[in-house]
């Protein structure tokens, strides 16, 4: 190590720098540095800041780099948060937030703001979102994306800002099924072009504006949510089967049938913005708990899918329906379930939601393996790739223009 260099020393949160002794940080409860000190305890360097970090005062054979809230300042003043540069002077930072706002936290709407005005209980260690140092964090980072719209602790909070409206009572696994699929959703169809975030992305292509929310019911006496063969528009009798009933049979893959359990399950898209569940993935499964998340996600990813064929004027399902091309010589249909699908370890029920053959639900099914980019590395899998990457973008400008 050359002469004048430093070393820090951190564990979640910086301790120390090391030059020719080590000189150990005190800090703050917003993990501004406040004091350096040697082994011995004496302080070795002392500062203070106002409100918003500008530096007050300071004194003391030592220094530091590090500053308000613990963070690296440059020799200009401003302090580097990663994803942008805030300046104390101004109380700003000097570029704006990429996340819009939210019209019902009017202090979000202003893209430069320093924590939403409130420098003494929060802080803003991303660029992107600030932390209540308090305990009551709204907006905490998440890997998948910005952190403004993912970890929201409640259904409410996370509905108002996606638009959904969540009817009964929802189960908190599912809730955070229903968030994650919705991120998920927003984060590809702002990659498509749509939007500035993901939460606006969603909006724009479900039309959802104003009191125009997206509808998720929960229902587990879901009517629709049964077996075609069990509703009253899909027997001879007009009847609506709530049970196990032997002279009830349905159609399998194969061309045989089988008695069917008449009780309602998974979801049913009633349009654009009205999605019904009967059920999700049970709360267990042989494979653990992050298949399961995995599965619930994907189950309403199926739905927007459905959602999304509807707002497209069924435009996609129109075209699954009847498209083809020609695979090692032969036609390969995209109304043909048995290729294609991308199949993990778990087997295709984590990928594929339905065994039906209709356009609307291999539509649906594709709509995950695009909103994942997941599909059979093979031919079959290339050909259903290639279909969405081709055709969703026109799909998308439907939906966004659709009154």
Known sequence: MGQGERRRLINEGRIAQVNTTTEYFLGDALGSVRQLTDATGEIMYASAYDPYGVTTQAYGASQTSYGFTGEFTDPSGMVYLRARYYMPGDGRFITR??????????????????????????????GMCWVDILGTNIWIPDQSTVCKYTNY????????????????????????????????VGEKFMSSGVGSDPVQ????????????????????????????????????????????????????????????????????????????????????????????????TNNIIHELGHAFNHRAYQYPENKVASYYEIVNHEPFYL??????????????????????TSGSEIFADMFIGWVHGKWANDAYGTVRKNFMNINMPSWITNAVGKP
Not at 97 to 125: A, F, I, K, Q
Not at 153 to 182: S, Y
């Open 97 to 126: 937030d990429t996340w819009m706002g939210d019209y019902d936290s009017p202090l979000s709407l202003n893209r430069w703001m320093y924590v939403e005005g409130n420098p003494v209980n929060r802080v803003d260690p991303t």
């Open 153 to 184: 602790p409640d259904k409410n909070d996370f509905a108002k800002l996606f638009g959904i409206t969540f009817v009964n009572q929802w189960d908190t696994n599912d809730l955070e099924a229903a968030r994650r699929a919705a991120i998920l």
């Open 201 to 296: 992305a969603f909006r724009q292509v479900y039309g959802i504006h104003g009191s125009q929310t997206m509808l998720f019911t929960w229902n587990p006496s879901c009517t629709m949510c049964k077996p075609g063969y069990c509703r009253p528009d899909g027997n001879a009798n007009g009847k609506d089967y709530s049970i196990d009933d032997p002279n009830i049979l349905i159609p399998l893959l194969d061309g045989t049938r089988e008695q069917c359990d008449c009780l309602p399950k998974g979801g049913y898209t009633h349009g654009e913005r009205s999605i019904e569940f009967a059920s999700l993935w049970p709360k267990y499964t042989s494979h653990g708990t992050s298949i399961q998340m995995l599965r619930k």
């Open 335 to 356: 109304t043909n379930r048995s290729h294609g699908f991308y199949v993990d370890q778990y087997g295709t029920m984590t990928w594929v939601q339905s065994t039906q």
